[in-house]
């Protein structure tokens, strides 16, 4: 079973539609969690921390929980430049990252 | 948000050559940075920890001879590619951790590798 795993998709959807990916991640020792953006052929950018209260910032949503070990993320009003590989990371010591999740909002 | 540089950005080399890639922190000092490899459609795998002023940290499965990394200072690390293959060729990407209060990885932008 790999440390963190996501759900690969594809996720084709519309614009304005709302999408939330999972990841769950096997370490309960985890102390730190993150949801990066990559684009193609591009590095890898930091959108958002994640914290067991929950964050927001915009229109996307991180939710943490550690008794499931179990993260999220929730994108609303999906936007064209929203198309994307988004990663789960999860550090314990290390980052160990998730395989990705490929996003694509149609217009 | 701070900077990580990455030189070059794209290199490609025949078999048998040994290329070096360099990490720069632009505006903060990090004592570890990170490398990575990412292979088309996979994940980042960590390859190594590198360690300013000790040797480098190496993930199971990598080969430290072949994977040779240097962290001369508190800004620069350098991973070279010995006697590269074809199946060296790949996305490789280094890291590091800000510090501070909102303690933060930071990629640097990828060089890409093709060995013919």
């Known amino acids: 079973r790999k440390e963190v795993e996501q759900d690969p998709g594809p996720f084709n959807v519309p614009e304005g539609a709302t999408v939330a990916f999972n990841c769950t991640y096997s370490?309960?020792?985890?102390?730190?969690f993150f949801w990066y953006r990559q684009d193609c052929r591009k590095e890898p950018k930091l959108l958002m921390s994640?914290?067991?209260s929950g964050n927001e910032d915009g229109r996307f949503t991180a939710q943490l929980n550690r008794a499931s070990q179990y993260i999220s993320l929730l994108i609303r009003d999906s936007k064209l430049s929203d198309s994307a590989t988004y990663l789960c990371?999860?550090?314990?010591?290390?980052?160990?990252f998730g395989d990705g999740t490929t996003l694509t909002v149609k217009p | 948000g701070a900077v990580v540089s990455q030189h070059p950005s794209r290199v490609i080399c025949k078999s048998g050559t040994s290329v070096k890639i360099e990490c720069r922190s632009l505006?903060?000092?990090?004592?570890?940075m990170f490398w990575y490899r990412q292979f088309p459609k996979q994940s980042l795998m960590l390859m190594a920890t590198?360690?300013?002023?000790?040797?480098?940290?190496?993930e199971q499965g990598v080969e430290k001879d072949k994977f040779l990394i240097n962290h001369a200072s508190l800004t620069l690390s350098t991973l070279t590619v010995t006697s590269a293959h074809p199946e060296d060729s790949s996305f490789y990407i280094c890291?590091?951790?800000?510090?501070?209060?909102?303690?933060?990885?930071?990629f640097g932008p990828g060089t890409r590798l093709t060995v013919l």
């Open positions: 890291s590091a951790f800000s510090g501070g209060p909102t303690d933060t990885q930071y």
């Open positions: 370490n309960s020792a985890s102390q730190s």
């Open positions: 994640v914290y067991s």
């Open positions: 990371v999860v550090n314990a010591g290390k980052s160990t």
């Open positions: 505006d903060f000092q990090a004592t570890t």
């Open positions: 590198s360690n300013e002023g000790s040797k480098a940290t190496y």
